[in-house]
């Protein structure tokens, strides 16, 4: 179980890696090797993604060692209350009772032996002054221990044998490993990550001929699956930083891929925009150890429960709600996206749409919003004013577009402010901390449910709209509307797909963007923000609007004449879109099949907030 | 204080010149080099935080055996007076990373050159809308 | 890309030894001194860059061209995740497999000088291809053949 999370991003990293050396060894032959291991991998990782379902817990795994100061000090032990009396008579007072002492850690140095009592601790340094304080369960030991520097020195007020000894132990804390973590909101990232994946290579098999250079094409999208299989399995936040940016430097390269005037114009904005929000995100995690002093996010989630909150928190939320929010194309943050993703190949549009600004924006402000930085009135605020003005300023642009790729990149915006603020209202019921009763924390729960809901969907029925269009492209040659019409005659299975991927996400029953919508809606709503729920409802209508004007020049009216010699799409390219026509149509009507396996345990686990800590490192 | 306080502000006054570069600056090459002045910005600020005041009293480096542990006071001496490494470590990876973001781009200045003919940001505007 | 003069050339050929070598000694004692994989691998890139700009691009291209940089740096990473996956074998991603200690000799790195390795090669391949991709652009200014997209580093 433990190889599960490495290879999650091992098989997409060798994958990139095999592909230009086997092509190279291999090239004489004319063997199609890259997409052949590319599939393979994408294969492979849909398997591994939906093996980490097997057990419910959350996975764990350490690179390199990991000695939490609990481990280092080595000692095992039971509560006792304070009445007992122990043997020879004595009574002891409350404390615990040392079972178990590993040998050759802090503890065992130290000189305890199981049978003591430890009734006390305080650290050394402050001296004669500071009295004991008591010590109710172990776990309090390792939890204050955890928050020491390493190598303090802390005094235990020990009862062996009826006497009372002080003895110094070397304490504090210190993670010697770096976590890869697998909770519910990661499988169901992975299982999102994969299954796209696996429809973009797919279809790349056949689209990707049209184009040259195609040995250039499956190692940086290997790349770019490995860092976003990263991102979300990292449990450490410089770790999230560095696959973020493997994840970019591999889009960077595909989204300029066509070599173009346009596309390489395209591809410079967004790396500019992207640089920046590197320099953001990378402020604030400077900001966060240099006031923590660790980087694990499990730890750094230990602190918000525990230590007073400083204020320059603030500073670094701040910080990474720019970063991030840039990253999964917030307003105002957003002006890299048009222009980005429809340079893109289709099937890397597809992926960036998809996955690319839920795995690195979504989901790493979802993580740090609600496990780690703590959950409060004004970033919810933030949160859902963002999630707003994306929603209705992405549509609102959305209306006017000619250009199929570049209205569905606006409602992407659009539909990643829905899911950014349904989030939101999450953060900001839970944040109330003194109304938290049950009514209460369904509202969140309802809210976060739908957020996340509305997040598979997106990259669903997104996928399969880029890649309808990526198929209407391959064969008609443009994207522009007013050229396209009447394609339900000659390319049947692609007008069906394109109107099962306009339907869902205009929120029409009986596919799955109605259902996740109307979950927003209802938590929205029920959480007293009626005029955010009105807008809610308004900007589903424009979507429906916008999808309308698609489907009536793209599929309906009269094909043509430079158009009347197209045929159907090949294969796979059609197999990959079926895929995820069958996705959008059973994750809508079967949710109550797989919504306990799937969204539940992710709400769960981001509704615990600072409970993340407990998790992952095991009390 | 002011000798703490000093590298802070040079960080913030290269990362707000950075910011401006990229923000106002109408020739390609000069955001990139704002690009790469606020993440040499962000950079120094990493190292920054790693600092520790050193030591008032010579610090004997102790030789490193493997019997020693938690135990020697000698290591513990030398470790509450050294730069914290993991900053270090996370600022050549940064770095790393950086040059890799800054050669792409300057590959796609050089294209956008040979299929415009002009560095100038006003004029690579075919995508609009 | 025409190459330099004479001078340059003798120069080059008597010193790429030393480069390299020097190069491979930053990447071995990485675990112990400052440096390692990332470090020696430039200097190792630095050094074929000499020689490709003291000979000329079109002497060296069939011995040193953008394949053999693409092949090398793929060899690197595939070692780099080998070693990674060969941890599991006493324990867990990245355990150290050999054993290891806090000594100062060669061999007491663990796992780490073989990771240095294999980053020392991609970084090497990895960099000398990237200035490759730079420094073809002259060529097809010039009218060369084209070569696609940028670099992958």
Redesign the interface.
């Known amino acids: 179980m433990e190889l599960l999370l490495p290879l999650t991003v091992v098989i997409p990293l060798a994958a990139a890696f095999i592909i230009p050396v086997a092509s190279l060894l291999g090239a004489k032959r004319g063997w199609p090797i890259g997409e052949i291991v590319a599939l393979l991998a994408a294969t492979a990782l849909l398997i591994v993604s939906f093996a980490t379902f097997a057990s419910d817990i959350p996975i764990t795994t350490w690179i390199g060692e990991y000695k939490a100061g609990s481990e280092l000090l080595g000692l095992t032990g039971r509560p006792v209350p304070a009445q007992v009396a122990g043997e020879g008579g004595a009574a002891l007072p409350g404390g615990v009772v040392v079972d178990q002492v590993v040998p050759n850690t802090a503890g065992d140095v130290a000189g305890i032996q199981p049978g003591d009592a430890i009734t006390g601790w305080k650290v050394a340094e402050e001296g004669e002054s500071r009295a004991f304080q008591p010590l109710g369960t172990m776990n309090e030991l390792r939890r204050a221990n955890a928050m020491l520097e390493p190598g303090t020195r802390v005094l235990l007020r020990v009862q062996r044998d009826g006497q009372t000894l002080e003895i110094g132990i070397r304490g504090g804390k210190s993670v010697v490993g770096i976590a890869m973590v697998c909770d519910g909101l990661t499988r169901l990232l992975l299982l999102v990550i994969a299954v796209v994946s696996f429809a973009a290579i797919l279809f790349s098999l056949s689209y990707m001929r049209t184009y040259t250079q195609v040995h250039l094409y499956y190692s940086p999208l290997m790349l770019l699956i490995a860092g976003m299989c990263g991102i979300v399995v990292s449990g450490d936040l410089f770790n999230i930083y560095v696959f973020l940016e493997v994840a970019a430097v591999a889009s960077f390269a595909l989204v300029g891929f066509g070599v173009e005037s346009e596309e390489l114009e395209a591809s410079f904005k967004y790396l500019v925009l992207s640089a920046v929000a590197s320099g953001f995100i990378l402020l604030g995690i400077g900001i966060v150890y240099n006031l923590r002093g660790t980087l694990n996010l499990a730890q750094i989630a230990e602190f918000t429960q525990f230590a007073e909150r400083n204020d320059a928190m603030w500073l670094a939320m701040a910080f990474f709600l720019a970063g991030f929010g840039l990253k999964a194309a917030m307003v105002p943050f957003h002006a890299w996206l048009p222009d980005a993703h429809p340079s893109a190949p289709a099937p890397v549009s597809a992926m960036l749409s998809g996955v690319l600004i839920k795995a690195s924006g979504v989901y790493v402000l979802a993580r740090l919003v609600f496990n780690v930085m703590g959950a409060s009135t004004a970033v919810a605020y933030t949160l859902m004013t963002m999630g707003m003005l994306s929603m209705v300023v992405g549509v609102f642009l959305a209306v006017g577009q000619w250009d199929f790729k570049r209205l569905l990149a606006y409602h992407s915006i659009s539909q990643m402010g829905y899911v950014v603020l349904a989030l939101g209202v999450g953060v900001e019921v839970l944040a109330r901390q003194r109304e938290m009763t049950v009514q209460w924390q369904s509202v969140a729960f309802l809210a976060i449910f739908g957020g996340l809901f509305h997040l598979a969907n997106h990259a669903a029925f997104k996928s399969l709209l880029f890649l309808s269009s990526g198929s209407v492209v391959h064969r008609t040659g443009t994207r522009n509307l007013k050229e396209l019409g009447g394609l339900r005659g000659r390319m049947p299975w692609t007008s069906l797909f394109a109107r099962i991927g306009s339907l869902s996400i205009s929120g029409v029953p009986p596919f799955n963007g109605f259902f996740s919508k109307l979950l927003i809606v209802i938590a929205v709503v029920w959480a007293g923000h009626w005029v955010l729920g009105a807008l809610t409802v308004l900007v589903s209508f424009m979507t429906l609007l916008s999808f309308t004007k698609v489907q009536r020049y793209l599929i309906e009216g009269d094909l043509p004449v430079r158009l009347h010699n197209v045929r159907e799409s090949p294969a796979p390219m059609l197999l990959a879109m079926g895929v995820l026509a069958v996705l959008c149509l059973g994750l809508g009507l079967l949710l109550p099949l797989y919504g306990g396996v799937l969204l539940k345990p992710a709400t769960n686990h981001l509704m615990q907030l600072a409970g993340y800590a407990k998790s992952v490192l095991g009390g | 204080m002011i000798h703490t306080v000093l590298p802070f502000v040079l960080c913030v006054v290269l990362?707000i010149i950075?910011?401006y570069a990229?923000a106002v600056k109408k020739n390609?090459i000069k955001?990139i080099i704002g690009?790469i002045v606020?993440?040499n910005?962000?950079?120094m600020?990493?190292v920054l935080?790693g600092f520790r005041p050193p030591a008032s009293g010579p610090v004997i480096a102790p030789i490193?055996?493997?019997e020693?542990?938690?135990?020697d006071e000698a290591v513990?001496a030398l470790?509450?007076h050294s730069v914290d490494p993991?900053?270090q470590a996370?600022v050549?990876?940064?770095i790393?990373?950086g040059?890799?973001?800054v050669?792409?781009?300057?590959?796609?200045?050089?294209?956008?050159h040979?299929?415009?003919g002009t560095f100038d940001l006003t004029q690579?505007?075919?995508?609009k809308? | 890309m025409r190459g330099m003069t004479p001078i340059v050339k003798t120069i080059t050929a008597l010193l790429i030894g030393f480069i390299m070598l020097f190069g491979f000694y930053v990447i071995l004692t990485g675990h112990l001194s400052p440096g390692g994989g990332f470090a020696g691998g430039v200097i190792c890139a630095a050094g074929l860059l000499l020689v490709v700009l003291a000979f000329g691009a079109d002497t060296v291209k069939e011995r040193m061209g953008h394949n053999m940089a693409v092949l090398w740096e793929g060899l690197g990473a595939i070692g780099f995740l080998a070693v990674a996956l060969l941890g599991f074998i006493t324990g867990t991603f990245f355990a150290h497999f050999v054993p290891h200690n806090l000594g100062v000799r060669l061999f007491t790195g663990g796992s780490m000088p073989y990771l240095n390795l294999a980053i020392g090669l991609k970084v090497g391949a990895g960099l000398f291809g990237a200035f490759l991709m730079l420094a073809a652009f002259r060529e097809a200014e010039r009218g060369g053949r084209d070569k696609g997209e940028g670099d992958r580093s």
């Open positions: 990362f950075g910011l990229i390609l955001v690009i606020m993440h910005a962000v950079n600020f990493l935080i490193m055996t493997p020693m542990g938690h135990r513990r470790l509450s993991v900053p996370l050549l990876t940064s790393v990373i040059l890799s973001v050669a792409l781009m300057v590959v796609m200045a050089l294209r956008l040979q299929k415009y690579i505007t075919r995508l809308g």
